[in-house]
């Protein structure tokens, strides 16, 4: 896979299409799809350009956000199993490139969508494609997509795992703590203020494991083990529901291995049963 970030007046031949509706991704749940060729929809309301996002095997993949009241659905798609779903609730079912393209086609359809206009003098911006920008004549600062830095954590104490719960979850399912890289702050100093702030624990032996692109709405999370050092759980401030210590043997509903959340608890599990 190319990435790429082109702006084409038209469809490139052989191509494919990601679309978009009010932050929810089309997806075909009988060939666990989200891409599909134009010739299959109905793009009578698409106004150009369209932003292609990646290379594959000489196929050009676009991203294309469409209004509530438009259907795009060609003749012979079936609504019963294509329809717009939240990017979350198909994760599980996505490999990694799969997970990367439609990570990638969420962030840049935002990234288009919100810069159409300069946020300075309010004239319309123009694609800079040397830069891959949206850009105004009234200044020469390049709008490119932003991504923003966050730690995700996974605090153990030998046979036993730190883990909290959001409002938004699915019941009983815990995670692993993440939270933004501040102006100024390097992950590390992130990471011990984030669990200090969000469940009032002390950590160290911070050990970095690997990152992952997070698209809700554009993340960064770069993914860390800690051990526990001391402090009682308390819950500091409002971004959790719950928070407890789980035994490595009776865990609750975990994120599924597609998110850098599983492959952390994942992966301090089989760890520990290496031991
Ligand atoms: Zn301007």
Redesign the pocket.
Known sequence: MKLIRELHESLKEDSKLIIFCDNKILYDQSENSYSFAPKDLNLINQSKPFLSIALIDNCYFYVVNINKDENILGLFMDPKSINFVDLRQILGFLDQSSFLLASRASILQTWISTNGF?S????TNFYNENEGAFE????SSPKYPVISPCIITLIHDEERILLGRSKFFPSNMYSTLAGFIEAGENAEEALIREVKEEVNVDVTDIEYYSSQSWPFPAQLMLGYFCKYKSGKILLNDNELEDAKWFNVNELPIIPPDASISGQLIRSYIEGRSKL
């Open positions: 300069c300075i003098c309010g004239k105004c004549k009234c200044n």
